[in-house]
């Protein structure tokens, strides 16, 4: 019995050290598809004139979760609802920003963007699209350190502290 509990503890510490290592690779890889969702915005704007709903709607379409939820969340909310683009934005952040990867950085980053959101021609508006993008830029960079750094540890961590609390317990 006592080797069934250490097994238990081993196993769910060793768990909780990859959990924190994924977080770590997810980061990078969302705000990729962040970045691409933002590309795919900005032509489909400035080059194809479509619509903010419909242009949305295509890019949450094109993009795997949980991106393309954001962009799918935001057009529904357009289409749907007698908000501001602002507004819309906003509440779409909110309500996918729990399922992400991504830290308070980013967010203020796409609260950024969302503010200027539908408010200018399209040459402010892709202006705006390029700076959103630059900062996100900066924040996968630190990203990827973050991943180069701490992923290894974060799994040795979880290993070692279980067998740590092991040791202790016998």
Same mark, same amino acid.
């Given at each position: 019995?006592?080797? +069934?509990?250490?097994?238990?503890?081993?196993? =769910?510490?060793?768990?909780?050290?990859?959990? *924190?290592? @994924?977080?770590?690779?997810?980061?990078? @890889?969302?705000?990729?598809?962040?970045? #691409?969702?933002?590309?795919? +915005?900005?032509?489909?704007?400035?080059?194809?004139?479509? /619509?903010?709903? %419909?242009?949305?709607?295509?890019?949450?379409?094109?993009? *795997? =979760? /949980?991106?393309?939820?954001?962009?799918?969340?935001?057009?529904?909310?357009?289409? !749907?609802?007698?908000?501001?683009?602002?507004? =819309?934005?906003? &509440?779409? +952040?909110?309500?996918?920003?729990?399922? !992400?990867?991504?830290?308070?950085? %980013?967010? %203020?980053?796409?609260?950024?963007?969302? #503010? !200027?959101?539908?408010?200018?021609? @399209? +040459? !402010?508006?892709?202006?705006?699209?390029?700076? *959103?993008?630059?900062?996100?830029? @900066?924040?996968?960079?630190?990203?990827?350190?973050?991943?180069?750094?701490? *992923? &290894?540890?974060?799994?040795?961590?979880?290993?070692?502290?279980?067998?740590?609390?092991?040791?202790?317990?016998?």
């Amino acid at each position: 019995m006592k080797w +069934l509990g250490a097994l238990l503890i081993l196993a =769910a510490s060793t768990w909780m050290g990859f959990a *924190a290592a @994924r977080m770590l690779y997810e980061r990078p @890889r969302q705000l990729r598809q962040l970045k #691409a969702a933002l590309r795919a +915005l900005e032509a489909e704007v400035m080059y194809g004139h479509t /619509p903010l709903a %419909e242009a949305s709607a295509h890019i949450a379409r094109q993009t *795997a =979760a /949980p991106m393309g939820e954001l962009f799918f969340r935001f057009a529904e909310a357009l289409r !749907t609802e007698e908000t501001s683009v602002v507004e =819309a934005w906003e &509440k779409s +952040l909110q309500a996918l920003w729990g399922k !992400t990867a991504l830290k308070q950085g %980013e967010l %203020e980053v796409m609260k950024q963007f969302g #503010a !200027t959101l539908g408010q200018y021609d @399209r +040459l !402010t508006q892709q202006k705006q699209i390029a700076l *959103a993008l630059a900062h996100l830029e @900066r924040e996968e960079a630190e990203a990827l350190d973050n991943q180069a750094r701490y *992923a &290894k540890m974060a799994k040795s961590l979880g290993v070692l502290a279980g067998l740590l609390l092991v040791i202790l317990l016998m």
